[in-house]
């Protein structure tokens, strides 16, 4: 998994050395001769008591330390050193491989608050009001993203290529990011670029880029589902390179050991996106691999039945090389899957029984228990007069989990619910 850690740790630094050497005052006072400094030493104590007759009789080591230049500066640093930890700790989790350099400033003052992990986004400027007027719009139908581009090109001569990079990013929403993708292509060429970094596509990364770290915090924004899967088609369509890739699953995927369940849920919705074309390469298929590897050890976590069946399903096409036709044609062969198969059945029907008994909560404890509703969605379709009634029942927030759950041929059982 260090393969997708975009930072390298760091060789690890020598032990400070100052702990380790006699102390300033030591090594001006040690080669000093023994009978040379004594008259030295009378004129500069008198000298003193005349300049500061109120002050105490300076000391041997007071005297010895005054004719020095170095050693004032050498003490300076090792009272720096010791008087600011937490500079030392923020830059010993950069070497050792963190993926979140954003994250350094709170990291040295997570020691201080708790409510630095909530700091709030970056402020960035508005969009311009003629760029946020033409993108208003958009739509992914040819016909609006055509008069959306003409609107855009005629400002290309008025605005700069950080403002139509915020516009774009801007209206990212996730079932516009394709779109909004193909129009940052289309665009770039309008602006000159001396480097990469001066690319509008690149312009619109950063921005996707510097959202990561909170998108993968408790706090996530409103705009993250947009902004991840932004991020996935601006490699999809070539604007960046596989560094960026990299860059998305090291922040939500492997920059904690245990990821929130929506960074989770997010890698999966851009490793939908990107994973078809990763495999076409062969540095891109070892990346595959440690991404599958990560989503099947993350599922062992307490991730809620969406997330879960988001990682089922990703994973399972990617070992159909990404066709979906060829998904759940495979039958359980295991004795393993057959038995987890039957107990998911068992309490199903036990369910169907508080129901019909008139218990208070007969729902209680199904809430992440995919197999079980799975088998309860089963007897549904198969018209069983139990399960039927048992769904009537169903809790409100129940229902957007059975659509999760469902399949093709239980999905009509769970859509006629919300009737």
Known sequence: MQYLMHLTPAAQQPACPPLCQPQPLQQ??????????EPQQVQLDASQAVAAPTDPEPTSEQVAAQPSQTAPSQRTEKEEKKENPRDRSAQTEVSSGSTREESVADCTTDAESDSDSTEAMPERPPVPEDLAEALAGLTPDPCAVGFTLEALLCLVGQHTVEEFALALYSAAEPELSKTIADLVLRLQPMFAAETREDLLGHQVWKLCEEDLPYIASDSPPDRSHGTVVLAAELYVCGAVTLAAVKQIYAVLLFAESHPADHAVSLACHAFLRTGPFLDSSEVGMRMVEYLVLRLKEVKGLNLSIATRQSITDVVELQK?????????????????????????????????????????????????????????????????????????TVPDELIDTLRVVSTPATLPVVLALRQ
Do not use: C, Y
């Open 320 to 392: 159909n090389r990404w066709e979906p036709s060829r998904m759940g044609m495979t039958r359980e062969k295991t004795s393993g899957q057959k038995k987890a198969r039957a107990a998911a059945r068992t309490r199903a029907r036990m369910l169907i029984t508080r129901v019909q008994e008139g218990a208070s909560d007969p729902w209680a404890g199904l809430s992440n228990d995919a197999r079980a509703l799975t088998a309860l969605l089963e007897f549904a379709a198969g018209r069983d007069p139990g399960a039927e009634a048992a769904l009537t």
């Open 28 to 37: 001006v006072h040690m080669p000093m001769p023994a009978p040379a400094p």
